[in-house]
C-alpha cells in the first residue's frame, strides 16, 4: 500500500475518533436513580464513553454483581426460560391462521437454521404459507456499537438471502424501526395485519434481547400469538452443561470444554443439519405481493459508510451463506491440516476467517463443528487429528463466552466478570488511547494490528491478544475503552467473544490471564512475526527495515534504525515498557486490595 493512501486512511480515521472522543463528551451526565445504592459513582466511565447513558444506567456496584451471581437477582435468561414454560400449554393451543412468520436476527441463512426449520414446519404443517421479516433498528446498532463495515455487511447479506428466500417463493420483509423499544409492538403490530398466528426466531443472550424476548412470549399470548425462540446460535446451548462437582455454571473453560465435548460425543445427533425451508404454496406470491416487492434499506445515517470504505469492505468480505460455505470448505479441504501449528502467526493466511459469518449468522456454529468431524479421523471432539481438534476447541471457546454471557450478564452492563479489578486506578490519557487507535505507539507490532483493524475490519487473534494486553497493561488505559472501539470498527463483532477476549486480555474477565502476566510486545512481535512480513504490510514507514533475531523492524528506536524510522515519520515509543510493566503491576495490585479490603 503506498505510504501516501495509508496517510489518507489514517486521517479518516483520526476524524471518526475526533468525532468519538467529541461524542463521549457530550454524553449525558449522571441522572438519580431511585435506587442508587445498585450502582456505583460511574462519572469517569461516562466522561469516558464506557457506560452509554442514552441507553443504559449508571455501572453497578459490586454488590450488585455478587447478587447476580448468588441468584438472588434474576437473571435475564431464567427470566426468558420462565415465560417459556409457563406460556407452553397456552402457546401450544394457538390455532394457525393465515401464515407463519420467521423473525431473522443473527441468523442470515436458510441452511442449517433451527428456528427457520421449524416456522418452515409449522407453516407446512398448516398449508400456510411463511413470511421471512428482519427489522433494521438504528437504535439497537447504536446501543450495540455495531460497526458500520458490519452494517454494511448485514445488509448485503439480507440481498443474497432475499434472493435465496425468493426461489422459494418466501417473501422476506424488511423494515426500519426506528425506536427500538417500539420493535416488540411492532411485531405484534405486523402480525395482526398479515393474521399471523406463530413467530419463530432464535435466541440472542445479551440482556436487553433476552429480557425483550420473554416480555414478547407473553405480550403475544395475550394477542393470541405464539412466540417461539429457540436456541440455535451455540453448538451446546447455555444452561445444557453445569459444572458435576458444585452443580453450579462453570467458570473455567478447561473443564467446560471437557463437558462440551463429553456432551457432543453422546449426543452426536445435536450436529445433524436442519434442512432448508420448504417452497411456499405459490399463492403466496399473490396475497403477499407486497411483501415480495419489499426493498432492503440502506444504511441509517448513523452507520453510513464512505464511498472508498464502502468499495474496500466490498471487495474485502463478499457476503451471504454461499459465500460463507465456500470459505468453510476451502478451510477444511486445503489449510485446516496446518492449524495448530501456524494459526498463531499474523502473516500467513491461516485461520479460516470466518467470525464475520458467524457474527451475522450466514453460518451456523452447528455446521462447523459438523464438517470439522467429518473431516476428522475421529468422530469425537477430544479425538483424532490435532489440528482438527484444535480448530474445534477454538470454536468451543466461541459457545463458552456465550454461556458465560447468559449466566454472568452483568458483563453486558460494562461490569468486569471479576468484580474485584473494578476499582483499578486507569489512566484516561487521551492522547495515548488515539495513539493506539491510530496505529502509531511506536510499537511496530502494535502498531501494525490496530491499522490492520482499520483499513479491514479484521485483526488477527494473536494481534487482538497483544493490542488489548498493550492498551490495558502498557498504557493502563480502561479495557472498556478497547472493547468499544473494537466493537465500532470489527467486522465480526461479537460482544459474548469481544468482551471475553477483553476480559482475558486484562486479567478483569472470566478464566482470565493473571493479571501479573503481561506481554512484552517485542518478544510477541519476535516470536509470532520473526520476519516481520505483517508489520512490513501494515507499517510502510518500516518496510526497509530487515526482520528476524534482533531485527530493527521489531523496535527501530532501540535497534539503531532512528533514521530511517525518523525519516519516515514512525513515532517514538509512548510508554518504555518496562516502566508501564512496573506501573501496571503495582496498580492492579492495589486496585485488588482496595476492592478486597
Ligand atoms: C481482545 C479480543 C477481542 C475479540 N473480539 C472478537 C469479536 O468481536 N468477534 C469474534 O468473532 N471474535 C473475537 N475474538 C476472538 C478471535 O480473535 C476471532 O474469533 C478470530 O480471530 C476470528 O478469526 P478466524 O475466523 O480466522 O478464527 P479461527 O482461528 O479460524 O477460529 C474459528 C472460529 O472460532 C471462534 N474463535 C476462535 N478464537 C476465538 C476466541 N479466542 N474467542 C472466541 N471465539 C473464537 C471464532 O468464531 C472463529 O471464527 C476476540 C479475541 C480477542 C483476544
Redesign the pocket.
Known amino acids: 500500500m503506498a505510504l501516501t493512501k495509508l496517510t489518507a486512511a489514517v486521517n479518516s480515521k483520526r476524524k471518526a475518533v475526533e468525532d468519538l472522543l467529541t461524542s463521549i463528551k457530550r454524553a449525558r451526565p449522571s441522572e438519580k436513580f431511585s435506587d442508587r445504592s445498585r450502582y456505583k459513582d460511574s462519572m469517569q466511565e461516562e466522561n469516558n464513553g464506557i457506560v452509554l447513558r442514552e441507553f443504559y444506567p449508571p455501572e453497578m456496584t459490586n454488590e450488585r454483581a455478587k447478587q447476580y451471581v448468588a441468584g438472588v437477582v434474576e437473571r435475564p435468561i431464567e427470566t426468558l426460560e420462565k415465560a417459556i414454560l409457563e406460556t407452553k400449554e397456552d402457546r401450544e393451543n394457538v390455532r394457525v391462521r393465515n401464515a407463519v412468520v420467521h423473525w431473522f436476527k443473527c441468523d442470515l441463512r436458510t441452511r442449517d437454521n433451527k428456528g427457520l426449520h421449524l416456522a418452515s414446519e409449522k407453516a407446512k404443517s398448516e398449508g400456510v404459507p411463511l413470511i421471512a421479516m428482519y427489522l433494521v433498528s438504528p437504535q439497537d446498532f447504536q446501543a450495540h456499537l455495531t460497526s458500520p463495515a458490519r452494517v454494511d455487511f448485514i445488509l448485503r447479506s439480507l440481498e443474497v438471502l432475499k434472493a435465496d428466500l425468493s426461489e422459494l417463493d418466501i417473501p422476506l420483509y424488511v423494515e426500519t424501526v426506528e425506536k427500538r423499544k417500539q420493535i416488540p409492538h411492532r411485531i405484534m403490530e405486523l402480525c395482526e395485519k398479515w393474521g399471523v398466528s406463530h413467530i419463530f426466531c432464535n435466541t440472542e443472550y445479551e440482556v436487553d434481547e433476552l429480557r425483550r424476548e420473554a416480555a414478547l412470549t407473553r405480550n403475544c399470548l395475550q394477542k393470541g400469538i405464539a412466540f417461539a425462540t429457540v436456541p440455535d446460535t451455540c453448538v451446546v446451548s447455555p444452561g445444557e452443561l453445569s459444572s458435576k462437582g458444585t452443580g453450579g455454571q462453570f467458570a473455567v473453560y478447561s473443564p467446560w470444554f471437557r463437558a462440551w465435548c463429553a456432551y457432543l460425543n453422546s449426543h452426536q445427533s445435536d450436529l445433524n443439519e436442519y434442512p432448508r425451508p420448504e417452497k411456499n404454496p405459490i399463492s403466496a406470491r399473490e396475497c403477499f405481493k407486497d411483501l415480495f416487492e419489499c426493498l432492503i434499506p440502506s444504511a441509517p445515517p448513523n452507520k453510513q459508510l464512505s464511498v472508498e470504505e464502502k468499495k474496500r469492505f466490498r471487495s474485502m468480505w463478499p457476503p451471504g451463506e454461499h459465500e460463507a460455505a465456500q470459505r468453510l470448505q476451502k478451510?477444511i479441504s486445503q489449510r485446516i491440516n496446518k492449524?495448530s501449528e501456524s494459526?498463531n502467526l499474523p502473516a500467513g493466511n491461516s485461520?479460516?476467517?470466518?467470525?464475520?459469518h458467524?457474527?451475522s449468522g450466514t453460518l451456523a456454529?452447528r455446521t462447523?463443528i459438523r464438517e470439522a468431524r467429518n473431516a476428522n479421523t475421529s468422530k469425537s471432539m477430544d479425538a483424532g487429528n490435532p489440528n482438527i481438534m484444535s480448530?474445534i476447541s477454538?470454536?468451543a471457546?466461541?459457545d463458552?463466552?456465550k454461556h458465560v454471557l447468559a449466566h454472568w450478564p452483568y458483563i453486558c452492563m460494562s461490569k468486569s466478570f471479576k468484580p474485584e479489578y473494578t476499582d483499578i486506578h486507569w489512566e484516561y490519557n487521551a492522547e495515548h488511547f488515539q495513539a493506539w487507535t491510530e496505529g502509531k505507539t511506536g510499537y511496530p507490532i502494535v502498531d501494525a494490528a490496530m491499522r490492520q483493524l482499520n483499513h479491514t475490519g479484521?485483526?488477527?487473534?494473536r494481534c487482538?491478544?497483544i493490542?488489548?494486553s498493550f492498551l490495558s497493561k502498557d498504557l493502563l488505559i480502561d479495557w472498556r475503552m478497547?472493547?468499544r472501539y473494537?466493537?465500532e470498527h470489527?467486522i465480526?463483532?461479537?460482544?459474548?467473544?469481544?468482551n471475553?477476549?477483553?476480559g482475558?486480555?486484562s486479567s478483569t474477565g472470566v478464566d482470565p490471564q493473571p493479571y501479573f502476566r503481561i506481554f512484552n510486545p517485542l518478544l510477541q512481535s519476535e516470536k509470532f512475526d520473526l520476519d516481520g512480513a505483517y508489520i512490513k504490510k501494515w507499517v510502510p514507514e518500516l518496510r526497509d527495515l530487515k526482520g528476524g533475531k534482533n531485527g530493527p523492524v521489531h523496535d527501530p528506536y532501540g535497534r539503531k534504525a532512528d533514521n530511517v524510522a525518523k525519516k519516515n515519520g514512525y513515532p517514538r515509543p509512548v510508554v518504555e515498557h518496562k516502566f508501564a510493566r512496573d506501573r501496571a503491576l503495582a496498580r492492579y495490585k492495589e486496585g485488588l486490595a482496595r476492592a478486597t479490603a
Open positions: 478451510f492449524y494459526r485461520t479460516a476467517v470466518i467470525s464475520v458467524l457474527a456454529a462447523c480448530w477454538e470454536i471457546w466461541r463458552f463466552y479484521y485483526m488477527h487473534n487482538r491478544m493490542v488489548a478497547g472493547e473494537f466493537m470489527l465480526d463483532g461479537d460482544f459474548a467473544s469481544n471475553g477476549g477483553w482475558f486480555s
